[in-house]
């Protein structure tokens, strides 16, 4: 449910840099609360709320083979793992969750509403606009939108292209995901592109861009901290040199998690994150790699867009 809450917080992202931002209204009274803006979301409260239908149809390769629902998930020709590094969004078509994405799922029915997405986030001091595929699009206007990163971020890329689609919106195609471990430096079987490097080919007007899960210590983190403290001047120039757009980069933080988290079904507000032998994706270090890039981000010029609401374990 966490990463289509995200969905919610796109919408307020894009919003807020966009002139329509004043076309978002809302007749939802939600005991007189204002309208969140920038981080006052992430202090809230999960509720549970048995009347929410299911948010979309899950599409994989690993627990749920596409080609078993040609009709509902795209296909294009060869959709296996090596061919999802780059890819947009399709009005028609459901786009694939890979990394398991589909795995909360597989324990019942697709078709079914899993009870994990019937909780929904609830600010404390203000009023999260619903989703609305529909007025997404029409927030987002001609802009594209390109998110760069490991399987968590290709996983919010395709929520976000799912949300359009199912909710009515007709804007999933200016949706583009590219996928890098690092940012920019590669792992093994990456294709040999950086986020420079992607910014540069497609000309986006908006870059949403994380790392973390697959980083071990802080070092890790720095390292792809100072890379990119030396790459960005250096593109900005070369974007602008060549015509292109003015790009506005937007860090996303890290999607809070933990082991052996498709055993739950409900959050959790009391849960050790992990011993450090059973952490290979090292989540205990998450809020600390976030840290981190808000220290860069005013250095860098870039947004950090807030997705912490599961880190505030009691």
């Known amino acids: ?3 289509l809450q995200i969905s919610s917080v796109l919408q307020l992202l894009i919003s807020a840099n966009t002139q329509s931002s004043k076309s978002i209204t809302s007749d939802h009274n939600n005991e007189n609360l204002p309208k969140c803006y920038q981080n006052a979301y992430t202090k809230g ?3 549970r709320d048995t009347t929410l239908k299911k948010s979309f149809y899950c599409c ?3 627990e749920f083979d596409f080609r078993h629902d040609p009709e509902k998930c795209y296909n294009n020709t060869d959709y296996s793992h090596a061919n999802l590094f780059l890819f947009k969004g399709s009005n028609d078509r459901l786009a694939h969750s890979g990394g398991h994405g589909c795995a909360c799922d597989a324990k019942g029915s697709r078709n079914s509403t899993n009870p994990r997405e019937q909780y929904t986030w609830k600010p404390d001091n203000c009023y999260l606009e619903p989703w609305n595929g529909k007025k997404f699009c029409d927030i987002l206007g001609n ?4 998110i760069v ?3 968590t971020l290709q996983q919010v890329a395709v929520t976000l292209i799912n949300m359009i689609s199912t909710w009515e919106g007709r804007c999933a195609d200016q949706i583009t995901f590219a996928k890098s471990y690092f940012l920019t430096f590669k792992k093994w079987g990456e294709k040999k592109k950086n986020i420079v490097e992607y910014v540069e080919d497609i000309n986006p007007d908006i870059v949403i861009f994380s790392a973390g899960a697959h ?11 100072e890379n990119l403290r030396k790459l960005f001047p250096p593109m900005r120039a070369n974007v602008l040199q060549n015509g292109h757009k003015n790009v506005s980069m937007v ?4 999607n809070p998690g933990h082991v052996t988290c498709d055993s739950f079904k409900e959050p959790q507000t009391h849960y050790t994150l992990a011993k450090p032998e059973m952490d290979n994706y090292c989540w205990n270090l998450h ?3 976030d840290e981190l890039s808000r220290n860069y981000s005013t250095i860098m010029n870039y947004e950090v867009s807030l997705i912490r609401i599961e880190y505030q374990y009691y």
């Open 45 to 47: 409260r999960w509720i």
């Open 251 to 254: 860090w996303k933080t890290q």
């Open 1 to 3: 449910r966490l990463i």
């Open 287 to 289: 809020p600390t790699f």
């Open 215 to 225: 980083l071990h210590d802080f070092g890790d983190m720095y390292s792809v901290m």
């Open 143 to 146: 802009r594209t939108v390109l």
């Open 60 to 62: 994989g390769w690993d």
């Open 149 to 151: 990163g490991d399987s």
